[in-house]
């Protein structure tokens, strides 16, 4: 089901062929004479909803963006502080107003689901399966409220562009770097204002081509980047959540595996677990062991697990245990506030340490 | 057709060489070609706008042969009566300052030296949807040495939006959000649809904290809102915005109006504490912010239908919009304004999508004070000097006088050679009442009665004139004809006061040129058809907090060598109090001063 969306054949060998069809398409879908994509616009907006929650400090906005993506209420958006809280509410471009329910969030991606509490309502939502990847000079539209500009039942804004680039995210917020680090569109426009964040990244059919992200700024120039994370980057991962299984992209069927990892097997020490929610701090390293070899260090926090967030020493525990040690495992950790992503190799092979983090640019 | 998806085609073919050179198709180049007409014709109205200092500036562009422009007040704010406007012709032309209106952000400014000057085409925003293809021109970062403008393409991308006002004045409702780059120096210049046709006036932006440059937010005053409040600005006062004279809240069940004022036409209308709002202006009210958004297009005395519902009871009115502001509060703020532009007036924390640390992001360093430039009374160019009257409440009383004189003289000339003579205070004038019935009116100098089917009723004009509203009903027909007659035989010097407000609706025709008159307590607005320069209505108003009494004339025929109308339409509120249908008209009748008396 998902395949459909992996690209096969490497970007740039796709990449004139299907410039020419897109161009085509293009030329098609926008009347060469006319002055509006209207018809196409008002489509898109109704799936794109105003996300409001905490927030509302100075440069915390309490809004972002968000996109339905089934006819259930799906709502895909940021993993951001405006949802830390039980209060969120989601107001359609037509007004209409919805209380929601968290229904998960995939860390790396900083994405989360929400469900609309729908009762006998309809919405117009994104098809997953009809999202389109998108290549370099593809025209594109970015639809979000950033600033919060529509309020009630004012559709959100559009703004026009191109995709400029599709590459590797390498960003920071503040001095954190940012946890996602696969491809990305980079666009033309300034799509990524605040309160964009969950907006849509749509091509001229109006078919969904990714979910715009939370302000960053470039790792390399500072200077603040504008781009959308690709629908094949999260479809599976959102799919997974919105199904009900617990997280992301690499979380599979839920059976016990037949080698579970312990902390042992990974040569791994934490503090010990004295309260119900000790924090999972790293207390030592078995010399030699995976851990060592994965450059795990003493007094690490260990955030997530497979993408699950670990709050108490117990949960890294359960969390280990539904992996099978001959896979490795897939650890977060905070290290001198910095999130540094470890990967643990089974202990039977050899080393292969996942590669060290450059420290984040200090702050201009 | 975006510029882009032409760089596109460009990239293509030289990128890869197997591909052989693609025809552009027809529609392509036609749509190119197109824009570049657009963009060029467009671009030759603009104006670049500079402070006769040379220390800031901004854009414009003109709308009239004679060199009317608009800009936007925060452009021409404590910049004084003399500007510099340069064209894309290369030449640098003297502008005088002639309206401002501080709330709506918007300035009339009027280039001189020419009355061939290119004018820009004008769209209706009403029509500008959201997908739109749009391009703002004017001077951004004061880039242009030759004055030709910087253009910037983009899309349409919200329109009706509202923005908070900056301070305690400046308010953006009803407008357009573009991502086309809206820069600091671009404020004050066009926004054009793909056709090169005006749709708006680009004053804003969101920026916040990516510091004071275009991020694709910026807000244009819609053109509609521009021309209606664009004969005000000739008037050369400040101006001010309306108010409903009721507040409303969003609650559960609507719109609610939560206080009323009992002064106000709204609660003449009937509209109470409590009704729930369901339109305004023809346009559905779901929010607080919605009414507000939809009535800060509109000046005072505009007139709009209302729907409002009261115990599952709709009711329809029209009402006529109050004042926002007090007009010394609006000077007073202007001159605050004024005096320290790169802040304007209050302490209010500012809407978190403006950078608190400048609360009015697109506009640009200007000169530090109005008032000591005042006090030391610059020189004025002898061009600008002999277009410049200062005078309080005005931006420029000199173009006031003007559509004065202009109206009068209109006036004058549809009257007829014998307009001159006074017809004197002594008429006789007799029909029928439209709904049935004669009537019979004698006029003196110092009182008049009317006989009509419903019985006989008088009027003395001595001493207080506000309580001589007979006949009963008709809001004060009898002082309506004594101020007309005054008017006649005296010109507009036998008021107390004389303001040309600009056009304003008259009854249910098209809104038309308006005086305000002040007599013995009484203010009378003439209303004057634009294009015939008759006089088409008085409103008679006797007090603050009550209905005047509207006297529409038509069906003008030349009687002794003078146009009368033959044809009187009098309301009052939103009642017709009757419709006369004269059969003869005689002035100057002697004896019959006596005869009434």
Redesign the interface.
Known sequence: MTNNRKRHAPLLNRC?AL??TL?LA??SA?P??G????P???DV?RKVVKIYGAG?L??M?SYQSGILVSPQGHVVTALSYVLDTDDVAVVLDD?RKFSVEFVGSDPVLELAVLQLQLGEQEVDWFDLEDAAPAVP?E?VLAVSN??????????A??????VTAVAPLAARRGAFQANYRGEVYVVD???N??GAAGGALVDWQGRLLGVLGKELKSRVTGA?LNYAVPVDAWAESVEAIMAGRAASSSSGLELAPDEPTTLASLGLVLVPNLLACTPPFVDGIVPASPASDAGLKPDDLIVFVEGEPTVSCSDVVAALARIDRRDGARLAVLRDGELVDVVVAAPTETDETAPSDAPADEEQ | MPSALLIFLAALATTDPTLAPLDVPPDVATAEANRVAAVSRASEATVAIFDSAGKGGGSGVIVSADGFALTNFHVVAGSGPALKCGLPDGVLYDAVLVGIDPVGDLALVQLLGRNDFPVAAIGDSDDVRVGDWAFAAGNPFLLADDFTPSVSYGMISGVRRYQYPAGTLLEYTDCLQTDAAINPGNSGGPLFNADGELIGINGRGSFEKRGRKNVGVGYAISVNQAMRFLSHLKSGRILDHASLGATVATEDDGVIVDDILDSSDAFRRGLRYGDEIVMLANREITTANALQNILGVFPPDWRVPVRFRRDGRTFDAVIRLASKHDPAELVALVQREAADPSRPPGDEPQPDDEDPSDPEPNKLPKLPDLRKLLDSKPKLPKAIAERYIERRGFANYWYNQQAQQRLWSAWQQFQGDDAAASPGYDWLVEGHVAAGGDFILRTGPLQSEIRLPQGVTGAIFRGDLTSQLSPPGSGGLLLAVHLWQRMLDEGLRTFGEVVYLGRLPCGDAEPAECLSCLYGGVEVRLFFDATTGAMISLECYSSDDADPCELHLSDFRETAGRMLPHRWTIRSGDREFATLEIDQFEMAVDGLRREAQ
């Open positions: 004139s410039a020419i161009l293009a030329l926008r060469a004479t002055a509006t994509a209207s196409l616009i008002r907006q509302g100075r440069q906005e007004g000079g025209p950033l600033y919060g500009i529509a309020a009630g039942d004012e559709p804004s559009i703004m026009q562009g191109v426009a300034h799509a204002n605040p603040w």
